[in-house]
């Protein structure tokens, strides 16, 4: 069967280099390519299985020169191992209710995530993102698109992810929680859900985005096993890869759950 893209020439752009987030001393340069109206479920789908992942209406992958530590990652939803850890995460939230009918951004979702930037991203790239921006991130790209969220007993919104349905999987663009519920552990609790609404709907994949190696900041997703990362040679199961000891660099940064 001929891909839907085979014979379209699709524009790549190269970024100006700047420096890493995830690694110290590095630099990072990125290749990205605008989503046009009427293309992007299928361009989504297609890129993304090639390491690609979305914001807004762009797709990018990291094309650094000297470093290759950013690999695409993605769950093996039907293999998953749902060890004990899990299971007491998903118990500790059964009260909550859980709702994929959002389609747009609402201000409210807007003020929890204002709420979660400040207290643990203060000096990230999206610290002050004002409510027209947070719309953009929602509903710029034209993709399948929603943001499943989730409301104590009281009704009250305490976490929510913005998700793309692709042909293979579900992926997670950005998820945000309360910070003030930490015991919850919402942002494992998350990807759990995902896991089980992949499950539900017959799709193989959940995609984490970029795990980085030598970043404890990325580190978590190492924890979702069985994981597969994008190599060279294709899609391969993370546990049985080998890494030279000198590629394992400590940033030290805060871990986010």
């Known amino acids: 069967m001929t891909h839907p893209f085979a014979t379209q020439q699709i524009p790549f752009f190269l970024t100006a280099s700047a420096p890493c987030p995830y690694l110290p001393d590095r630099m990072e340069?990125?290749?990205?390519t605008r989503i046009e109206v009427g293309e992007g479920p299928a361009l989504n789908d297609a890129l993304t299985?090639?390491?690609?992942?979305?914001s807004q209406a762009v797709l990018y992958r990291p094309a650094c020169e000297k470093c290759d530590a950013c690999r695409s990652s993605r769950i093996d939803v039907g293999n998953f191992n749902?060890?004990?850890?899990?299971r007491k995460i998903l118990s500790r939230?059964?009260?909550?209710?859980?709702?994929?009918?959002?389609?747009?951004?609402?201000?409210?979702?807007?003020e929890l995530l204002d709420r979660y930037l400040d207290s643990r991203h203060h000096d990230g790239d999206m610290a002050g993102m004002s409510f027209s921006e947070y719309v953009m991130m929602v509903e710029d790209g034209a993709q399948r698109t929603h943001v499943t969220e989730y409301r104590d007993r009281e009704g009250d919104l305490i976490s929510a992810v913005l998700t793309d349905v692709l042909r293979d999987g579900i992926s997670m663009?950005?998820?945000?929680?309360?910070?003030?519920?930490?015991?919850?552990?919402?942002?494992?609790?998350?990807?759990?859900?995902?896991?089980?609404?992949?499950?539900?709907?017959?799709?193989?994949?959940v995609y984490l985005g970029y795990w980085v190696r030598g970043s404890r900041k990325m580190a978590y997703k190492a924890e979702f096993q069985p994981l597969q990362v994008?190599?060279?040679?294709?899609?391969?199961?993370?546990?049985?890869?080998?890494?030279?000891?000198?590629?394992?660099?400590?940033?030290?940064?805060?871990?986010?759950?």
């Open 29 to 32: 340069r990125k290749v990205f």
């Open 49 to 54: 299985h090639a390491g690609f992942r979305r």
């Open 82 to 86: 749902w060890k004990r850890r899990w």
């Open 93 to 110: 939230n059964s009260d909550l209710r859980v709702s994929t009918d959002a389609v747009g951004a609402t201000l409210e979702q807007y």
């Open 173 to 205: 663009i950005y998820s945000f929680f309360d910070p003030e519920a930490e015991r919850r552990s919402l942002g494992a609790y998350m990807i759990l859900d995902a896991i089980r609404q992949a499950e539900l709907a017959g799709l193989p994949f």
């Open 230 to 257: 994008l190599t060279p040679a294709g899609w391969q199961p993370h546990a049985e890869l080998e890494f030279d000891d000198e590629d394992d660099i400590d940033c030290n940064p805060q871990h986010d759950d």
